[in-house]
């Protein structure tokens, strides 16, 4: 996964299976986002959201770790931000 992006303070938006995905860092903390729905929020420093995340699973059975590890995510649609 882009951990260590997101360990340097970089956010993350990508999309996978028609879902728009990020993982940001806002007022209320870093967050992960799916489509619209909230999935994580409210952590104050990045291990928290990564150690949350990293085994997170799509509908599909797809996990979080295999769309970057895999390259699953829609091309071109990957942005470190």
């Given at each position: 996964m882009l951990i260590k992006d997101l360990r340097t303070g970089r956010e993350i938006e990508f999309i996978y299976n028609?879902?728009?995905?990020?993982?940001?860092?806002?007022k209320s903390g870093w967050q992960f986002?799916?489509?619209?729905?909230?999935?994580?929020?409210?952590?104050?420093?990045v291990e928290g959201i990564i150690e949350s995340i990293c085994r997170y699973e799509f509908g599909d059975g797809i996990s979080l770790e295999d769309i970057?590890?895999?390259?699953?995510?829609?091309e071109s649609t990957l942005y470190i931000l």
């Open positions: 028609s879902l728009n995905c990020s993982i940001t860092n806002g986002c799916v489509g619209n729905i909230v999935v994580a929020n409210g952590y104050k420093n970057f590890d895999k390259c699953l995510y829609e």
